[in-house]
């Protein structure tokens, strides 16, 4: 079958995947007049997206220089404005909220670590206050009692993914994204080295752009030209009711934390776990999150979940995203922002359109440009 046989049905950028990734790529495309037809696999609006815990962190587990946090702390100076632009087109509630966190050592290893991440951290431009102690007891009376300090991050927040996917989707369709659910892997279509389309069961769409934001899948579908070295990272989590215990996200150096989660609501999480494509809670992993949360806060022993779920993080052989033009004309990449999605996508979505429409991409992104796959990654 040629190109010239297939149905005209004609965009200007093709999205595949609907996680928030795909849709902040597919809003900036459309803000700047593009004609933008989103693919996402029917009744899942991302892996990753809807199980996060939307913890707003620029730092995560990053070290002094790494690549990442350059474009991660862009980003978070950006998200304000981002949820402002969001409010002027929507009444619903975007979910967010900024409570500060607090990371809490237990042993003189972990205040070795605190101690190092505040050398570097609190020149970042981003507010970071060392606790000790007394203050960290006075301040957070449930807290554990063997706690020996802290480091407090007063201006982190965080985000309903679930609430603010919401938000997005009635967002895109409002600037005239068109959004197709199947249950059919997309197939690109191409000629000579540069896309022309995607196919679609029989149904074919034209564009000569289409963006891979897949997510945790990307390395699945065997159809969308160079296989991303992306693997799905589980995560799980479980939410509690339970009196007040905490106005602040929580988080100890294992791993886990403690997030608001409404009134009387916590959420707490998470684990990592290599386990294919099986995005469902375990006994194993329910109880090491339970026990890192009590080890935070040892009254939620007490408290019964009310609600549970896992979700699959795109995550990077590399450790970082894939973010740009491939070697193939007209095919990009927006993969493997493995936890830091719910903060960059934002940010990422309007490089990725300026960089599209232009052709000159910010040196930003270049530590995570798709054709060093060809380098031996």
């Known amino acids: ?71 991660s702390r862009e980003a978070f100076f950006r998200y304000p404005a981002w949820l402002r632009h969001l409010r002027k087109f929507t009444k619903k509630d975007l979910g967010y909220a900024r409570p500060g966190m607090l990371y809490v050592a237990f042993n003189r290893r972990e205040e070795s670590e605190l101690r190092r991440r505040f050398a570097w951290q609190r020149k970042s431009g981003i507010p970071v206050i060392r606790k000790s102690r007394p203050e960290i007891l006075r301040s957070e009376p449930h807290l554990n009692r063997q706690a020996r300090s802290g480091l407090l991050y007063p201006t982190i927040g965080r985000i309903k993914p679930r609430a603010f996917l919401k938000v997005l989707f009635r967002f895109a369709k409002r600037r005239g994204v068109g959004i197709l659910n199947t249950r059919q892997d997309a197939r690109l279509l191409t000629l000579r080295n540069h896309v022309r389309g995607v196919q679609v069961d029989s149904s074919v769409y034209l564009s000569p752009v289409v963006i891979n934001a897949t997510g945790a899948w990307a390395g699945k579908n065997p159809y969308l030209g160079m296989k991303p070295p992306i693997l799905p990272a589980r995560g799980q989590a479980l939410v509690v009711k339970a009196k007040k215990i905490t106005q602040r996200i929580l988080h100890g150096l294992a791993g886990f934390y403690i997030v608001p989660w409404g009134k009387n609501a916590y959420l707490l999480g998470s684990t990592v776990e290599f386990s294919g494509f099986k995005a469902r809670t375990t006994r194993e992993g329910i109880k090491k999150i339970k026990e890192g949360a009590e080890k935070l806060i040892p009254a939620l022993r007490d408290f019964k979940a009310v609600n549970r779920w896992a979700g699959l993080r795109p995550f990077s052989k590399d450790g970082l995203p894939w973010i740009g033009p491939t070697r193939m004309g007209g095919l990009y990449w927006a993969l493997g922002f493995y936890r830091s999605g719910i903060l960059m996508s934002g940010y990422i979505g309007e490089l990725m359109a300026d960089g599209i429409l232009s052709g000159k991409w910010p040196a930003i992104l270049k530590p995570f440009d798709p054709r060093r796959l060809s380098r031996g990654t």
């Open 1 to 71: 079958m040629k190109i010239q046989d297939f149905p005209d049905q004609k965009f200007d950028a093709i999205v595949l995947g609907t996680g928030i990734a795909g849709l902040a790529a597919a809003i900036s495309l459309a803000r700047r007049r593009q004609k933008v037809l989103m693919i996402g696999k029917k009744n899942l609006a991302g892996e990753a997206s809807p199980a996060a815990a939307g913890i707003l962190d620029p730092f995560l587990e990053m070290t002094p220089g790494h690549p990442l946090f350059k474009l």
